[in-house]
């Protein structure tokens, strides 16, 4: 079965860090894209970051020069580096995955969310 596991979420003051990951597990033929998204009470679930497959990256204005998506090939994991958190980066944080479960069969799958509380 294909699962995307998430870690790293807390409780963190303004201005601090939290690294979260996204592990990747099961069999699959190919990824298209990893992303992270993330929903605040109340509102709707928001794209913060992807990583496509050739290494290119995209941020949601908001977090630009705060955030950085990266990834592990080897262990089939990416992460979010979050630094200088606000307290409107409250929310929780889902990975997502956009792949090839066989040359013919794309699939979305979600992870199961990770909270991160930004307060004083």
């Known amino acids: 079965q294909v699962q995307l596991v998430e870690s790293g979420g807390g409780l963190v003051q303004p201005g601090g860090s939290l690294r979260l990951s996204c592990a990747l597990t099961?069999?699959?033929?190919?990824?298209?894209?990893m992303g992270w998204y993330s929903q605040a009470p109340g509102n709707q679930r928001e794209l913060v970051a992807y990583?496509?497959?050739?290494?290119?990256?995209h941020y949601a204005d908001s977090v630009k020069g705060r955030f950085t998506i990266s990834r592990d090939i080897p262990k089939n994991t990416v992460y979010l580096q979050m630094n200088d958190l606000k307290p409107e980066d409250t929310g929780v944080y889902y990975c997502?995955?956009?792949?090839?479960?066989?040359?013919?069969?794309?699939?979305?799958?979600w992870g199961q969310g990770t909270q991160v509380t930004v307060s004083p």
């Open positions: 099961g069999e699959i033929y190919a990824l298209n894209i």
């Open positions: 990583i496509t497959a050739g290494g290119g990256v």
């Open positions: 997502n995955a956009d792949l090839l479960l066989t040359m013919d069969d794309r699939r979305q799958y």
